[in-house]
């Protein structure tokens, strides 16, 4: 019985038809391998019959790491045969730094099939983003100081970072032109600050570039108006006549006047105005303030004489009166000015000057102030001086002559003997003082000179001698 029914399966399964499955592969075509943030590249997945037969079309769907890659296409793609083949492709965004792979899967009918991409390698190169802002965008010549500040963020692979100022026209007051901003970090930030300063002889739009370099290089510019300007080469310049009648304190001037838009408090100097008039001697005037001001002038001016509301004369031999007008500039807003100026040589010797005595005198509360003055160098032509002022008013540079005795003429010294007695008679002393003063004031000099003399020689002998200051000078007088 048992073989009956097996011979009777056996039949069975001879006369029932066989289901041949076609076979079905599935891989990435040329598929990427390196890639930097926020690139797109392609991602393709062929699908081979290797039977030769089967459905028409099938369904491919990619798997991503949504972190690292994104794609606007759809996951899922219809597959249709052309031939033994057929193939979907995405196009897919690198998002983030790193390395991932991207896997497929194929479904023709019941069939499956599975496909993985070799391992793609994201780079994120530096992406520098600068910010460049200046404390003003208009100059002045001689205007003090500019800020400028820059802001640069790194969107991209850490990298260490430089940035260089191009300042063109302008002057660096202070700090180096090229600075180091460190390693910025992915998402990172770092800054920079520099501080401009526009010469006396600089006019019309004026560009300065900032370039940042490390991973990337990136530059920014920044263009400056100069609104006073009017094509001359020093601001704005004014020659001033005094005159004749009514009025009674102006003197002949020749004058120059600089303007700030804006003084910002910086360490170190905070403004600084060139002078380059010939007929001025002050050449240059730097200002300390305690804080920031707008708005402000100077104008200094060269007058040919003291100015009659000023009734005291100053002291010494007059180089040259000079007055500075202040704007929005007051002695209550100064920590101090340096002031640098030049005496001709040729006016030191005539007056026979003691070089080393030059100083410059502040009018101020009814009287002529010395102020603190160094000299500084001398060249063929100027001895240059540098004095430092409280505030700006009418300033005075003087001289002081030199004193020096005849030449040849000595004087012979009054001898003092053992017993401390000094002995010189009238007609040797007279003699001598007529040498310097001239024989018809020897005589009343000769009397005055020994009567002050007894009177000190009387105290120091008082002092000396204590019980025996009546010890007698005695003076001998023919």
Not at 76 to 103: L, N, P, V
Not at 261 to 290: C, P, Y
């Amino acid at each position: 019985m048992i073989k009956r029914i097996l011979l009777i399966v056996l039949s069975a399964l001879l006369v029932m038809p066989v289901a041949v499955y076609a076979g079905y592969s599935a891989a990435f075509v040329d598929p990427a391998t390196s890639a930097n943030v926020g690139d797109t590249f392609a991602a393709s997945v062929q699908v081979t019959n290797s039977s030769g037969s089967g459905s028409g079309s099938g369904t491919v769907t990619l798997t991503i790491d949504s972190e690292y890659f994104s794609t606007s296409d759809s996951l899922s793609k219809t597959c249709t045969f052309s031939g033994t083949t057929c193939t979907s492709t995405w196009m897919i965004t690198a998002m983030k730094g790193g390395t991932r792979s991207m896997s497929a899967t194929a479904m023709v009918g019941n069939d499956a099939a599975d496909a993985n991409s070799p391992n793609v390698v994201i780079s994120n190169p530096t992406t520098y983003v600068l910010t460049f802002t200046p404390s003003a965008t208009t100059y002045a010549p001689g205007l003090g100081t500019i800020t400028l500040s820059l802001s640069v963020t790194n969107n991209g692979g850490a990298a260490a970072t430089t940035a260089t100022l191009d300042y063109g026209s302008f002057s660096l007051t202070r700090g180096s032109a090229t600075q180091s901003l460190g390693t910025i970090p992915e998402g990172g930030s770092s800054s920079a600050t520099w501080y401009i300063s526009p010469g006396s002889g600089i006019s019309g739009t004026k560009t300065v570039t900032v370039t940042v370099s490390g991973g990337d290089v990136k530059t920014s510019s920044l263009s400056f108006t100069c609104p006073t300007c009017s094509g001359g080469d020093d601001g704005s310049t004014t020659t001033t006549s005094g005159g004749g009648g009514g009025g009674g304190g102006a003197a002949s001037a020749t004058s120059i006047t600089h303007s700030w838009n804006l003084i910002e408090v910086v360490e170190g100097m905070d403004a600084l105005m060139t002078i380059d008039k010939l007929l001025i001697s002050f050449t240059e005037i730097q200002i300390d303030i305690k804080e920031a001001v707008s708005n402000a002038k100077l104008t200094v001016a060269k007058l040919s004489e003291k100015p009659s509301t000023i009734v005291q004369n100053p002291s010494g031999t007059v180089y040259q009166y000079i007055r500075v007008t202040p704007k929005n500039l007051n002695d209550s807003n100064i920590i101090k000015a340096i002031i640098k100026f030049k005496v001709g040589k040729t006016w030191i010797a005539e007056n026979n000057i003691d070089a080393s005595g030059v100083v410059l005198k502040r009018y101020s509360d009814d009287n002529w102030n010395e102020l603190k003055t160094t000299k500084m160098s001398s060249d063929a032509n100027y001895t240059y001086y540098e004095a430092e002022s409280p505030g700006f008013s009418t300033f005075a540079i003087t001289g002081t002559v030199k004193i020096e005795a005849p030449t040849g003429e000595a004087i012979t010294p009054i001898e003092e003997k053992e017993d401390g007695i000094i002995e010189e008679t009238y007609e040797e002393v007279k003699e001598q003082i007529a040498k310097i003063v001239g024989k018809k004031y020897a005589g009343p000099v000769v009397v005055l000179g020994l009567l002050a003399l007894a009177l000190v020689i009387g105290v120091y002998t008082y002092k000396k001698k204590g019980k025996h200051a009546n010890r007698i000078t005695k003076l001998k007088i023919k």
